[in-house]
């Protein structure tokens, strides 16, 4: 039978807003000294915003053309990166075009076809694997480039390439910011004596920006979504019992490998259903209770 504690930690948890699955899951919960928080949805709000648009080259003088095109590309998709340029071609009330051969490369970015153009939109691997040009026209080199996409990282801020008809035509970057009690909940963790560590897709440059605001200093960028689990593998290895924290379709197969998956409540139902404990108002600060909670209960248990 389950432990009246148990079934007692179950149902504070709950009133907290943390949903534990399982009997199994609140006991593994008292052992965690490891967390690995997914950065995006999980740490920040989840809700980015356009930030930049850049043109290059021969778009220079078109930066409401580069911003419906890329948008238009970018229609289809359902990571919220596409959803913020969207918004800000939207807001600007610039008339979307119709994309057809859309296609999603998962960690990547879109490729699509707008009007009589094919476009990309994603990060540097996806221009890369695409063979794009550099600009035709003007004098912006490689070396350019890459120097903004790094200030724009710095700010923490996620810079995407648009190319269009194979070659670079601008710069999009997209903003996030921190939720209000990422830092708070952060920095509990880390007194427990949990090693804290930041898992993402994103680069390097901006996933230490956003690390920085939030007091995290173990960061693993630009992982791809199928590497996410291997990363959770190697810290059990390490001997670490680890939650995992997450909240989009990327980070599932992550949840499920970590010894406790930990998915917000407001993020995809693919992450819910594979996790064992639910944050229903996504906020980390729901996690340190449940391993506040947890913590008491196997004391009293054991
Ligand atoms: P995260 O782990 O932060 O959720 P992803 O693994 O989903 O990130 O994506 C990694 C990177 O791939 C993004 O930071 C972005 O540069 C690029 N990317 C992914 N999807 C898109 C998209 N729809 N449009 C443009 N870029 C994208
Ligand atoms: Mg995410």
């Known amino acids: 039978a389950t432990p009246l504690s148990v ?9 907290m807003g943390v949903l534990i699955r399982s009997a199994e899951a609140l006991e593994t919960c008292g052992k965690i000294n490891a967390v690995v928080l997914d950065k995006t949805g999980t740490i920040t709000a989840g809700k980015p915003s356009l930030a930049d648009v850049l043109p290059l080259g021969k778009w220079r003088e078109m930066t409401d053309d580069l911003l419906a095109i890329t948008a238009s590309a970018e229609r289809d998709s359902e990571h919220p990166l596409a959803a913020a340029i969207v918004a800000g071609a939207q807001e600007k009330h610039l008339t979307l075009g119709e994309a057809t051969q859309f296609h999603a490369i998962s960690g990547q970015g879109v490729t699509a076809h707008v009007a009589s153009h094919s476009v990309a939109v994603g990060n540097t691997d996806l221009i890369d694997d695409l063979d794009v040009a550099m600009p035709s026209v003007g004098d912006e080199d490689l070396d350019d480039i890459i120097e903004t ?86 810290l059990q290895a390490q001997g670490y019992t680890v939650a995992m924290v997450g909240d ?24 819910i259903q594979s ?28």
């Open 7 to 15: 079934t007692v930690s179950t149902g504070r948890a709950a009133q």
């Open 149 to 234: 996409m790094e200030r724009l990282s710095a700010e923490g801020k996620t810079p995407m390439l648009a190319a269009i008809d194979g070659e670079l035509a601008g710069i999009v970057a997209v903003a996030d910011t921190v939720k209000a009690d990422s830092q708070q909940a952060i920095a509990a963790l880390k007194s427990h004596g949990v090693n804290v560590v930041m898992l993402t897709g994103d680069n390097e440059t901006t996933a230490h920006a956003v690390a920085n605001q939030v007091g995290v200093s173990n960061v693993i960028a630009g992982v791809r979504p199928e590497n996410k689990a291997d990363e959770i593998a190697k």
């Open 248 to 271: 989009g379709i990327n980070d599932a197969p992550a949840l499920a490998r970590a010894n406790v998956g930990f998915a917000i409540g407001t993020g995809t139902d693919v992450a």
């Open 275 to 302: 996790a064992d404990v639910t944050l229903m108002n996504g906020s980390l600060m729901g996690l340190v209770h449940a391993l506040d909670l947890t913590r008491a209960t196997m004391r009293n248990i054991a």
